[in-house]
């Protein structure tokens, strides 16, 4: 079956520039979670998702990350006015039945900043 | 707060030599804890978790937690085992990642 899948898997953006990155979770799994993985350093956990809500969304580092789930499913990761800083692998993973179950990850959007 | 130490960030060792990579954690629960892999060109998959006391690709690890820690073993190493290393902790709703070890396999 289809794993998680992520787009774009590259982007490349101008610095005040919204991007929008988008995480397919495998069908059904009802946990979802965003990582950013910057260059030379491990995961950092931003948001998860049960179900269409985000109980917990301390972990975005700025009021510039925002991130939504629609119908249990599609989730969307929006950074508005991206910084040089930003550029990093957005990885996305999802997880049945639910949170702390063996997570399934996506391949990653590559996201550069210039 | 929680944390995921991993204190190699490489680790080189000749094939067919015992390999140990270290994961200690701070927590006062009860943990669950995983050991992810990266390999070259592929995705972050899980290789195991404590709970299930199991042997994947001839890997274990122990949860210790007098010294907090969930150290990944085998006892000889192969080539295909080089790879990014990740230690991870799930507790309440959230989980913590270690910075990664990249274990690299010498023929």
């Known amino acids: 079956g289809a794993g998680v899948s992520q787009s774009p898997s590259n982007k490349v953006t101008e610095k005040g520039k919204d991007v929008e990155l988008r995480c397919d979770p495998i069908?059904?799994?009802?946990?979802l979670y965003w990582y950013r993985q910057s260059l030379g350093q491990g995961l950092e956990f931003l948001i998860y998702f049960q179900g269409n809500s985000a109980p917990d969304k301390s972990g975005l580092p700025s009021d510039r990350f925002s991130a939504e789930r629609t119908g249990g499913s599609v989730s969307t990761l929006t950074i508005q006015r991206t910084q040089q800083e930003d550029s990093a692998v957005y990885l996305c993973?999802?997880?049945?039945?639910?949170?702390?179950?063996?997570?399934?990850f996506g391949p990653g959007t590559r996201l550069l900043v210039l | 707060a929680q944390r995921v130490t991993q204190p190699e960030k490489l680790l080189s060792v000749f094939k067919g030599a015992p390999v140990e990579l270290k994961c200690n954690y701070s927590y006062s629960g009860s943990p669950e804890l995983f050991w992810y892999v990266q390999y070259s060109r592929q995705r972050l998959q899980l290789l195991l978790r404590?709970?299930s006391r199991e042997s994947i690709k001839g890997f274990t690890a122990d949860l210790n937690k007098g010294e907090t820690s969930f150290h990944l073993k085998k006892p000889f190493a192969q080539e295909e085992d080089s790879a990014m290393y990740y230690c991870a902790l799930f507790y309440g709703q959230n989980f913590v990642f270690g910075p990664g070890t990249r274990l690299s396999v010498l023929p």
């Open positions: 404590h709970i």
């Open positions: 993973a999802s997880s049945n039945p639910g949170v702390g179950e063996t997570q399934y």
């Open positions: 069908s059904g799994h009802t946990a």
